[in-house]
């Protein structure tokens, strides 16, 4: 314990027959910190931190005293602190880069002369493998064992690439593919609550208490903070920097408090709850916020339902939506398998530090509060392509039929159907062509679950059949999910209606959704149709599910399975039938939803401590696919230059112990021009690998088969494809491609200058490099929306760009643009680069880099138009920290910790 303990505040904790050392709020409050008791719960186990830290450089006395003062300001003024989380959780698409990364930063250490073992994370790293699976066989109880076979086809490189790198890393556990999707195993398994590990003080070993709290290489993260686990997604750079011991530099956030009140009315789930929490807190604004739930409607939710509303902060735009530790907490723990010593310890913990919820607990003080009344939540979906576009049930066709004319532009409407070759059946504009109960939000959610399984229980009883033209699949959370639903008797009325088991991963939601039947792409691609997907997933964002369907519905899982019943999202399914029975009588939705009573008396009877401990009792040693990878050991690892999945970036080439200046940016040209909510998705390589683009141009030199290039996700090691697939996503929108009719081509083009010549985005920055040209993007508001993609920082950066400028940054996105050593910029007073008339063919120059940059400060881009003419704009630099100003300096965050390691 190395803490400096200005507030003397390290206290002992008897528990049972066990002593624990730990860091009082409560005497802190006393020795100096007043009123910190009505401190949010999410700011508790902030401060905690920074007390059980204090070093006297990253965290000292004056640190923690004007964190404190955060009871007056309330997030307002600008205070940057140092937060080291408890451990760091990966998944292997973001995972699988982190590994390459840090094996890089061995092969660099060796070469500065520094000892490679220094490069072994500090705190606890798993790394769960679930992103990829992908739904190629569906539809038969053989999906789940062939998709499993493809699977170890495809990824045996990168399999023994991190079985090779969980032998050469300490403090760094792999669990298995087949196991579950991260952020269900974090919460069902590895999530503590209360963290615990040996320490030495005053020469003795003594155990020290402490909130668990991670950062994830996942946006959903947040989703372990309805354990009351304070985390949330990071890029893999700055997981990298953690696991490598460094403090997560951030500024004091705002904290907006959302109360609930009331009980959901009968029929409504968790999903329709977070669809609508989604839209009010996107309407109400909270980037870079902090969410913290309270008040009594909270009793009403199980630990499930906080976990499904936690799991969608991204969507909300806050950094981490929180649910403070309550009796519901404790429940949860115990179902789940933790010990009766640790829930015993979370308790006595939580109650010492002023953590524990009940129902005389004061209410905290907020930034801002914002108030629901579940009562009033209705059952909704959310689309065609943005989480926070809600829509109630019994509007969403008359929605779809208003967008479909206005946005997709189809004058022909819903009656145009088209024969589908060789099938009896035709297809539409609306037309539901995936149906998918998957992803983390809705799959760790009992509820949900055995809600779809009894409504598909009764919808065959009734005689209702799934449409031909629609791709069922059920890829649950983890494998608890899969006991539970075969032991409550319900999977089979799910395979029955196609819904068979097809992977424990995350699939359509991250566009793992796989092909279209050969006649149903043929016919939509052939007819342009814009056929939907409805998923109980978190993401729908354009091209992101599957790249033959434009409109992506997200839902919860009895609904998927209605639609999927229905064949089409252009039904009013409040009084609309679904179908006939076989007697010829209308069957509608309300005669076969399950009551909340039926789904309840399933989960007590199935939903058990037993089966939990049962399932995890083995989680690392994975089946006889994953103990049949056969990995290279050694401290550093032997790259192979003919890999086409795992490379050894460049990041580190030519690195010096010495900081080379920054150089300004001049004569810098345009990129590319890019409208509002630019997502992650759009910027980094996601999906399947186009055989006509630069990354399917480069793997077919390489004589890799179409058939064989698996997809960008997987690929995620190899640098060399992942560049060449940045900005290259099939519905991204380059407006410097503008033709005189106002048109704006989908895809990743852009005007090479000064000739003008069109070319795809990653050879205009090749040809740019060549001549040493600099490079700046443009873009609206919202930019880097979405999910914590590093390689959307990574290759931008290997693109050559060296400044973005936007109206506003997502909070992840930006972080993850200076810890590559890209400069973000944002305009003011309203200015945008559409107000300012640039096409792309200017030039830009930003100066003042040099040793007086420091954070937030105004700086300016003068910008030469083509006829000869500049000007001068003021920007803000979003280099928030003097943190993150040393990352700049260094070239990122990875050559910074390489530095002050080696040094």
């Known amino acids: 314990m190395t803490s400096v303990d200005s507030f003397k505040s390290r206290q002992k904790l008897v528990v049972g027959d066990r002593v624990y050392h730990y860091f009082s709020l409560k005497a802190a409050e006393a020795n100096g910190l007043a009123g910190i008791s009505r401190l949010p719960y999410s700011l508790k186990v902030v401060l905690e931190n920074l007390l059980r830290h204090e070093d006297g450089r990253w965290v000292t006395q004056e640190t923690i005293s004007a964190f404190a003062k955060w009871l007056v300001e309330k997030g307002k003024v600008e205070r940057e602190i140092a937060f080291r989380p408890a451990r760091v959780l990966m998944q292997d698409f973001t995972g699988v880069p982190a590994v390459v990364d840090l094996a890089a930063m061995r092969d660099a250490m060796k070469a500065l002369g520094g000892d490679p073992q220094q490069i072994n994370p500090l705190v606890p790293v798993d790394l769960v493998i679930d992103h990829s699976v ?50 269900q195993v974090n919460l069902e398994f590895l999530a503590q609550t209360v963290w615990t590990r040996e320490e030495h003080f005053n020469g003795a070993t003594i155990d020290v208490a402490y909130p668990d709290s991670l950062v994830g290489t996942d946006s959903h993260t947040t989703m372990v903070n309805g354990l009351a686990v304070l985390g949330w997604g990071v890029g893999g750079i700055e997981a990298e920097a953690a696991m490598l011991g460094q403090p997560l530099s951030l500024l004091a956030p705002e904290v907006i408090g959302f109360q609930l009140n009331g009980a959901p009315k009968e029929g409504v789930t968790a999903t329709d709850i977070v669809l609508t929490v989604t839209q009010m807190l996107r309407k109400k604004g909270v980037v870079g916020k902090f969410v913290e739930f309270y008040g009594p409607g909270l009793t009403h939710l199980t630990l499930a339902d906080r976990a499904t509303i936690a799991n969608m902060a991204p969507e909300y735009g806050a950094t981490c939506g929180f649910f403070p530790i309550d009796k519901e907490t404790l429940a949860f723990l115990h179902t789940s398998g933790r010990t009766a010593d640790r829930i015993a310890l979370i308790e006595a913990y ?23 009344d579940l009562a009033e939540v ?117 395979d029955a209606l196609g819904f068979n088991l097809v992977g424990y991963g995350c699939t359509t939601c991250i566009g793992n959704s796989g092909p279209l039947p050969a006649p149903v792409s043929k016919t939509i691609n052939a007819q342009d149709i814009v056929a939907v997907s409805v998923l109980s997933g978190n993401r729908n964002f354009e091209g992101r599910v599957n790249p033959d369907v434009q409109a992506n519905y997200l839902a919860s899982p009895p609904l998927v399975v209605a639609f999927a019943l229905a064949g089409t999202i252009a039904i009013d399914l409040t009084t609309q039938p679904l179908g006939k029975d076989p007697s010829g009588r209308d069957v509608y939705l309300r005669d076969i939803w399950p009551t909340n009573a039926e789904i309840e008396k399933f989960i007590q009877e199935n939903v058990t401590r037993a089966l939990f401990s049962e399932t995890y009792a083995n989680v690392f040693s994975g089946d006889q696919h994953w103990q049949g990878v056969a990995a290279p050991t050694g401290e550093t690892y032997v790259w192979d230059d003919y890999s086409t999945y795992v490379r050894n970036p460049p990041y580190f080439e030519s690195l010096t112990k010495a900081i080379p200046p920054i150089k300004d ?4 040209r345009i990129l590319a021009l890019f409208g509002d909510k630019i997502t992650t998705d759009h910027i980094s390589p996601a999906g399947s690998i186009k055989v006509a683009s630069p990354a399917g141009d480069w793997l077919i030199e390489r004589n890799v088969t179409p058939a064989d290039f698996n997809q960008y996700g997987t690929r995620r090691g190899n640098h060399e494809v992942m560049m060449r697939g940045t900005f290259a996503n099939i519905r991204i929108k380059n407006h410097m491609m503008k033709d005189a009719s106002g048109v704006i081509p989908e895809g990743g083009l852009t005007k090479y200058y000064p000739g003008g010549e069109t070319l795809p985005i990653y050879d205009a920055a090749m040809r740019y490099a060549q001549d ?42 930006r972080s993850n643009l200076v810890g590559m050593g ?16 640039l096409t792309g063919q200017e030039t830009v120059a930003i100066r003042g880099l040099g040793a007086q940059l420091s954070p937030r400060q105004l700086l300016k881009a003068d910008i030469a138009f083509a006829d000869g003419a500049v000007i001068s704009v003021p920007l803000l630099l979003r280099i928030d920290t003097l943190d993150e100003l040393e990352y700049f300096r260094n070239g990122g965050i990875l050559p910074y910790v390489l530095r002050q390691l080696a040094s």
């Not at 940016?665 to 810098?668: C, D, R």
């Open 134 to 183: 992908i739904v190629d066989k569906f539809g038969s109880a053989q999906a789940f064992s062939e998709n499993v076979d493809l699977e170890y086809q495809r990824n045996g490189e990168r399999y023994r690439f991190l079985k090779w790198g969980q032998a050469a890393f300490d403090n760094f556990r792999v669990v298995p593919p087949g196991t579950g999707i991260c952020h």
């Open 350 to 372: 939580a109650q010492a530090q002023g953590m524990y919820r009940d129902e005389t607990a004061d209410v905290p003080i907020f930034t801002d509060v914002i108030d629901l």
């Open 378 to 494: 209705s059952p909704s979906l959310a689309g065609p392509k943005r989480p926070e576009g809600r829509v109630r049930l019994e509007a969403v066709a008359k929605e779809f039929e208003s967008v479909l004319a206005l946005e997709y532009k189809k004058s022909d409407g819903l009656t145009n159907r088209h024969q589908v070759e060789g099938e009896v059946f035709n297809l539409g504009h609306g037309d539901v062509v995936i149906a998918a109960i998957t992803s983390c939000t809705n799959t760790s959610n009992p509820s949900v679950l055995i809600g779809a399984g009894l409504l598909a229980r009764n919808a065959l009883a009734r005689g209702l059949k799934v449409k031909p033209w629609v791709k069922t699949s059920l890829a649950p959370g983890s494998q608890v999910v899969g006991q539970y639903l075969q032991k409550s008797g319900l999977q089979k009325h799910l």
């Open 665 to 668: 940016i001049l004569g810098a």
């Open 772 to 813: 040493n040209v600099p490079l700046v993007i443009f873009a609206g508001a919202e930019y880097g929306n979405g999910s914590s993609r590093d390689w959307a920082a990574k290759g931008t950066a290997l693109l050559g760009v060296r400044a973005v400028i936007a109206q506003s940054f997502e909070r992840i996105h």
């Open 822 to 837: 890209i400069l973000p910029l944002t305009f003011e007073n309203g200015v945008s680069w559409t107000s300012l008339d």
